[in-house]
């Protein structure tokens, strides 16, 4: 790989990386708004499953399905430079994005009763009126659907023309959004759990207004068109059906685990989200952005026939992620219950509270790497324009998680249900591996043995350092919120420090990379 892809990858990452902190950051606050406002309830449990089915489709299309379909196909109209063929494919695909949605989102209030209760809210049955309020949540997020799906193409259509903040900001208005309704409104509803879900709906709404300007400033959309016959749509439709599966599968996972979950005592489903909000806020800010900045690159270098290049740039993903994830899963190892103690222990949040999610965090911490590696690891198939072979593996793993998380729970429950979730992504990451090597060659995966050691060893003495407070004072030693936020942020801090300590001891070339992009982008040489 060349310098200068190292460099844009980089930098790219760079600037979703810090939307995507932020957004994170927001969600923490938003989900510190739902434990207050909500603790582990009957409305936390409903709002958590109502959410889900929106949330679902948000993932699967906000941040996968929609870029790997779109992008490449997109990428043939530019490289051709046919204006108008151009507009006629932009204009017919967005009316039937829109029109797809808008009939899925029919069906879906019109049928939640039977799905919520056959399905989703399964085991809430034995709780009287719990069913009831969460096909209500559901029908009133199920609106968000259409919302995401119009955002979601506003932001493939930037990324395409490698504009990322402004598509990378649109959750951080969402988060927000729920936030300000839920703290300024729900004391005027008998159930606080329908503020935060109109929340979703208004914030779904900022979501596609703030992006317009940019679209528009582009100049490519036109007004939206149905045509079934229009070759452009048929290619990405054909891609974006089987990688809507493809890429799920992470999120189908959290799904049917929060399914079995609700037959789980209570406060464990929204003890598991509570958990993946912790995981999602260290894992995001690196994957999402990655996966958003290395899908052009793979797609430009596998429509070239550069392949030796895209095993390159695999593997500095795979260690930028590892750089990320191998520290990230110590501490919250080490950690966990005082991280969530410090986030979420206010309000309706209790020392039981504290125990379940504390408990879910240090099993879903387990498979931080492999999480972040399987999301990479399916855009090198989708920029070869193989969605077979990602939907093959996805289904399979998917049956294992499945059987993983009901066998588990029985002996570990909702900590059964995270390490499930783990596993069946380390399976999967393996999987995709094979598969990748099969279809291009040898991925070259020796040279990563020597920087993921590095790396671990880094994260080892970190974690050693966490130890030392750890084992020297105890969270219930503070009695004030202030004391609390500071002491966790000094040990954070003394964390962040040791790392790149270790880093640069053990000479690891990730920092290296890392820190002579900082110095080419605000350091000039001296003439």
């Known amino acids: 790989m060349t310098t200068d892809i190292k460099r844009d990858i980089l930098k790219n990452t760079a600037v979703v990386a810090v939307m995507t902190i932020i957004s994170r950051i927001t969600g923490v606050v938003r989900e510190l708004a739902k434990a207050i406002f909500l603790g582990t309830g009957i409305g936390a449990d409903a709002f958590t499953i109502a959410y889900m089915i929106p949330n679902l489709l948000r993932r699967l299309v906000a941040e996968g399905a929609m870029s790997a379909a779109f992008i490449p196909v997109l990428s043939e109209y530019l490289h051709k430079d046919k204006r108008k063929e151009l507009y006629d494919f932009l204009s017919n695909f967005f009316g039937f994005i829109c029109f797809v949605v808008t009939l899925i989102t029919i069906v879906g209030i019109a049928a939640a009763p039977f799905y919520v209760k056959h399905l989703f809210a399964y085991g809430f049955r034995s709780v009287p009126g719990k069913v009831e309020l969460t096909v209500v949540l559901t029908q009133i997020m199920f609106v968000y659907i259409v919302l995401i799906s119009i955002s979601a193409f506003f932001q493939a259509l930037l990324n395409a023309h490698h504009l990322f903040s402004v598509p990378a900001s649109t959750p951080i208005f969402l988060n927000l959004t729920i936030i300000a309704f839920a703290y300024f409104f729900s004391r005027y509803f008998s159930e606080p759990s329908y503020a935060f879900s109109i929340g979703v709906v208004l914030g779904g709404i900022l979501q596609v207004v703030i992006q317009i300007p940019w679209v528009m400033k582009l100049g490519l959309l036109k007004r939206p068109r149905i045509s079934w016959k229009h070759q452009g749509v ?185 390490l499930g979730s783990s596993l069946s992504c380390a399976l999967q990451c393996i999987l995709l591996l094979f598969a990748l090597r099969k279809k291009i060659g040898l991925l070259g995966l020796r040279s990563l043995i020597i920087p993921f050691a590095k790396i671990m060893l880094a994260s080892l003495g970190m974690g050693a350092i966490c130890m030392i407070p750890h084992l020297t004072l105890a969270l219930e030693d503070f009695s004030s919120i202030l004391q609390r936020l500071l002491y966790m942020s000094g040990i954070l801090v003394s964390a962040g420090v040791s790392y790149v300590i270790f880093s640069y001891l053990t000479k690891s070339h990730e920092l290296q990379e890392i820190v002579t992009m900082i110095k080419s982008k605000f350091i000039r040489p001296s003439l």
């Open 234 to 418: 048929k290619k990405a439709t054909r891609l974006l059906i089987p990688s809507l599966f493809g890429i799920s599968v992470y999120q189908i996972d959290i799904a049917l685990s929060e399914i079995i979950a609700t037959t789980l005592p209570e406060g464990s489903v929204s003890s598991l989200q509570y958990s993946m909000r912790l995981v999602e806020l260290t894992l995001g800010v690196v994957v999402i952005s990655i996966a958003t900045v290395i899908l052009p690159i793979f797609s430009r270098q596998a429509s070239s026939g550069q392949f030796e290049e895209l095993k390159d740039t695999l593997r500095f993903s795979l260690r930028l992620i590892a750089f990320i994830g191998f520290p990230a899963t110590v501490g919250l190892l080490v950690l966990s219950r005082e991280i969530v103690a410090s986030v979420y222990m206010y309000g309706q949040f209790d020392t039981r509270s504290l125990e379940l999610t504390a408990f879910a965090l240090q099993f879903h911490g387990i498979g931080l790497f492999f999480i972040g590696a399987s999301r990479m690891l399916i855009q090198p198939f989708y920029s070869l324009q193989d969605t077979k072979t990602p939907v093959i593996i996805s289904f399979f793993v998917m049956i294992t998680n499945v059987t993983l998380c009901f066998i588990l729970s029985h002996f570990l429950a909702n900590g059964g249900i995270a």
